[in-house]
Structure formats: structure tokens, C-alpha cells
């Protein structure tokens, strides 16, 4: 299995996972009899179980559905999967003349990898402009009055600050150093009451620590982002949030009656300066629908009974049953014992390549290790003895049966790392074992333009006397189009003209 679809089993499995988790969860959150502060946190605690249920595939366990390879203690990375694959474009070009290059992603999967990654990275973008947009409004914003900070000495702890600004609504900025802004035109429209129960909302809020938890959570539903339960949930616990800030707010006003009616009457005052609706107020002034919830949730506020400590048990024995059924089905990324020692022995093939330890090597061909087995970022055994500029191991390990055509996403193959190296004895002992002149290695083309662009004329001369196409092209470097040939990748003027000679064209294709 290689990346894109241990990827795309995650993902699948997230979704579904999340589900067991999120959708009991936002039932609970829709229980007038719990309270909006009991709601928020069963939410938050689901969404926060919801995105990290992938992480559960790391825990030990009995299920083994999703196989990882293992590291290995050295600076190898097996790659996954051993077979050559479409995605790795690795063709011949007698046998497929048109196609040289895979310049688009050509499978479902390796689509959705890059529509994921591209929805992640816009919405982290989009967090991020907001985390700036708040710290611009901090720099801008000029403390508090004397008279205004006497107002609010009772209310706000020592620690946060008041501040006026050019904002829409009251809120809070500030994950390391909170303060409360509020908009300056308001202060003069309301009496020192409704600004206490204002502020009092926004102090629940740093209590509650909102702000983080907002946070976390919208980097997560970015990392998942095509999961519309998450934003269901998010959505719903914006609510829940504020329903929350505005009970604990009436609590230390006056009379609940009184908190909502200075709720309103902040609406009011703030619709009078405004034709519209404040749009960076999420807080303290929302659409109607949710006024109209906070506003009911307060005249109906009581004492808690019975059925609400039943109700709230349930829903934390559920939560946590829904959690648990979903860690357990959870599938386990853990290598098995026989994928540890095969990797093991590719580590010790790839060194002994590497060291010209032929015993070794052909100890472990002999014992079945596969010589032709690919490590990210090292490519095979084969093209680690040609990178050790060692005829005698390549001779041995073409001997043992190593694939002279074998390829490496990243690292071509032996004849393309030969060439480039313009090591013409083991260029001459690759083409003698059959390795194929014109074959195209995505990302690392072919070996003539190798040979060509490091200026081994030596090489360039041999490659075609043995059937080279000197036309042959590849579309480069994936979306960014760049068309290589041997001719417009020449190294140096011999190289240059010698090709055009030979009769190289200029134009391309």
C-alpha cells in the first residue's frame, strides 16, 4: 500500500469513525434539558475524539489491516510497494511513443490526495489571516479609559486588558495575552450596567477558554475538512459557546432577565450604528435565529433537576462507549514481524552494494532477499554500486539477475545514474545486460539527457551508437512544463555539436 492509498484509508476511516463519535454527540447537543454549558463541552470533547481517532491506527493492537512499513534503525526508507506502477511513469518509448510524461495525476485516488491537500492548505491560510487580522486589531486598539477601567475593575481579571477599538461587536483577541476589545461608539450609547454584562461575556469566554478551543479545533477541521460533520458540529458549538458565555454572564448579573435585556438592548444600539449586521461580532451579536436561543435559554433558565443529571450521566456514557466502539475497530499501523526482517535484509543489501562487500551480497541473494527492492531516497542495490563507481559489484549484481531497468521514483534507474555520472564502463556493462536506452524515468527523464546535460560525450556517442533516440523528449518538473530534449540540455558546445550533427532538431517535439 503505498502513500496516497494509506492516505485515502485514513481518510475513509475518519469519516466513518468520526461519525460513530459526532452523530450521538450532536443529538446531545440539541437537549434543551442539559444545560448550554454541559452541551458545549460534550461537543468539544466529540470533536476533539472525532479528529483524533486517526491517530488510534499508531496504538498497539490486535489489528493489522493497514500495513506500514517499518523504519529501519538506519537512514533507509523502504518505499512501499515493489512493483513499478503507472504513477511512477516509468515507460518505454518504443512500445508507447506518445506518452512520456505524467503531468496530471491519472488516478481517482491521487486526485482526491491533492484536492485534500489543497482544501487543507486554504483553510489554514484562511486561519491564519484571521490569527493576523486579530493581532493587527490589538495593535490598533487604545487602552481603556481610567473612568472605564474603574467601571470594570470588579469584573476583569488582573491579568487581561480593556481596550477600544473600531470593531463591529465586543470580542477577544489574544491566545498568549488575551485582551477584550469594545467598540468605542457603543460605549457612549449604554450605561454602565449593560457595558458590565457585556464585558461579563467576554470575561466567561477567557474563563471558558474559548479561544483555544475554537482554535484547536479549526486547525483540525482543516486537516479534515471534507467531513461535513465536523462542520455541523462546529457550527452547532459556535451556538453553544455563546448560549454558555451568557449563562454564566447572568449568573453574576442582576436578575437573568436583566442580562437579556442588556442583550438586546447591545443589538439595538449596535443595529442603530450599523445598517447591517456586524459581521466580526460572531459572539455577543449573532443572526436572529440564535439571538432568539440565547434569549429563550435565559427566560427559562432553572435550577437543575434530576432528569438533568440523568441526561447528563447518558450522554458522557455514550460519548465515551461511541469513543471506545471506534478505537477498537480502528484499524492498526504496525508492521508485521516477517515485513521487519525483510527490511532488514534490504538495509544490509544496500549497504553491502554500496561498501563493495561482494560476499555479503551474494549471501543475501542466496537467501532470498530481493535484489531489485527499492528504498526512497536510494534508489536499488544496483544504483548504489554504480554511485560507488564499482564495476565488480554492478557486474556481480547484474549476474544474481538485478534488473538493469529497475527504477526509483526520485532516483532514475541504473542506466539514467550511469550516464549522469558519465561512467562509461558500467554504462557499457548496463547496455551489454539489456537495460533499455530510451527508457523515461519521471522527474529524471532519460539517460541521453543525462549524459547530455553533464557534457560525457563519450557517453552521448555510445548511448546513440546503440539506439538512442536523439529526438526523444519529456515533458519535466510536472505542472510547470518544461520541455527537455539531449539536444536543448547539452552541457557544453562538443556535446551540442556533435548532436546536431547527428541530426537533432531544435524544435520541439
Request: net charge neutral; with cysteine.
Amino acid at each position: 500500500m503505498n502513500l496516497i492509498d494509506l492516505a485515502m484509508a485514513l481518510g475513509v476511516r475518519q469519516l466513518l469513525l468520526s461519525t460513530i463519535v459526532l452523530l450521538p454527540a450532536l443529538w446531545l447537543a440539541r437537549r434543551q434539558a442539559l444545560s448550554a454549558e454541559q452541551r458545549s463541552w460534550l461537543l468539544t470533547a466529540a470533536m476533539a475524539a472525532a479528529l483524533l481517532l486517526p491517530l488510534s491506527a499508531f496504538l498497539p493492537g490486535w489489528s493489522t489491516t493497514l500495513p506500514a512499513p517499518a523504519p529501519p534503525a538506519a537512514a533507509f526508507h523502504p518505499m512501499p510497494g515493489e512493483g513499478a506502477t503507472a504513477e511512477e511513469a516509468i515507460f518505454e518509448a518504443g512500445r508507447q511513443p506518445d506518452i512520456y510524461y505524467v503531468e496530471l495525476p491519472k488516478t481517482l485516488p491521487t486526485l482526491l490526495a491533492l484536492l485534500w491537500l489543497l482544501g487543507t492548505l486554504w483553510l489554514g491560510m484562511r486561519l491564519l489571516d484571521a490569527m493576523l487580522h486579530a493581532r493587527r486589531l490589538r495593535r490598533l486598539a487604545q487602552p481603556a479609559t481610567a473612568g472605564l477601567r474603574a467601571v470594570l475593575a470588579d469584573i476583569v481579571p488582573a491579568h487581561v486588558m480593556i481596550a477600544t477599538c473600531a470593531v463591529d461587536g465586543p470580542m477577544v483577541v489574544g491566545l498568549w495575552h488575551p485582551q477584550i476589545l469594545l467598540p468605542r461608539p457603543l460605549l457612549a450609547r449604554l450605561d454602565n450596567n449593560v457595558l458590565r454584562d457585556i464585558v461579563r461575556h467576554e470575561v466567561a469566554h477567557l474563563q471558558r477558554r474559548d479561544l483555544w478551543t475554537s482554535t484547536l479545533l479549526r486547525a483540525g477541521t482543516a486537516l479534515f475538512w471534507w467531513n461535513p460533520l465536523l462542520h455541523l458540529a462546529q457550527a452547532r458549538l459556535a451556538v453553544l459557546r455563546e448560549m454558555a458565555c451568557d449563562a454564566r454572564a447572568a449568573m453574576q448579573a442582576r436578575e437573568p432577565l436583566d442580562y437579556a435585556g442588556s442583550l438586546l438592548a447591545s443589538v439595538e444600539q449596535l443595529q442603530a450604528l450599523r445598517e447591517e449586521a456586524p459581521t466580526l461580532a460572531l459572539g455577543m451579536f449573532s443572526a436572529r435565529s440564535q439571538l432568539a436561543q440565547r434569549i429563550d435559554q435565559l427566560v427559562d433558565a432553572g435550577p437543575p433537576t434530576p432528569r438533568h443529571r440523568s441526561l447528563l450521566v447518558l450522554g458522557l456514557l455514550l460519548l465515551l462507549a461511541c469513543t471506545g466502539t471506534a478505537v477498537a475497530i480502528s484499524p492498526r499501523l504496525a508492521p508485521s514481524p516477517a515485513a521487519s526482517a525483510s527490511d532488514t535484509r534490504v538495509i544490509k543489501l544496500f549497504q553491502a552494494a554500496s561498501t563493495h562487500d561482494v560476499a555479503q551480497v551474494r549471501l543475501l541473494a542466496a537467501a532470498g532477499v530481493d535484489l531489485d527492492a527499492r528504498v526512497l531516497g536510494d534508489g536499488t542495490a544496483l544504483i548504489q554500486a554504480i554511485r560507488a563507481r564499482d564495476p565488480a559489484m554492478v557486474d556481480t549484481l547484474l549476474q544474481l539477475g538485478a534488473d538493469p531497468d529497475r527504477a526509483a521514483l526520485g532516483e532514475g534507474n541504473p542506466l539514467i545514474v550511469a550516464s549522469a555520472l558519465g561512467l562509461q564502463p558500467i554504462v557499457e556493462q548496463l547496455v551489454q545486460a539489456g537495460a533499455d536506452v530510451n527508457r523515461v524515468v519521471t522527474y529524471d527523464e532519460t539517460p541521453l539527457i543525462n549524459a547530455s546535460r553533464e557534457g560525457h560525450l563519450v557517453t552521448v556517442q555510445f548511448l546513440l551508437a546503440h539506439g538512442a533516440d536523439i529526438n526523444l523528449g519529456v515533458e519535466a518538473d510536472g505542472w510547470l512544463g518544461r520541455w527537455r530534449t539531449p539536444l536543448n540540455q547539452a552541457g557544453n558546445a562538443a556535446v551540442r555539436d556533435y548532436l546536431l550533427a547527428q541530426g537533432a532538431r531544435r524544435e520541439r517535439r
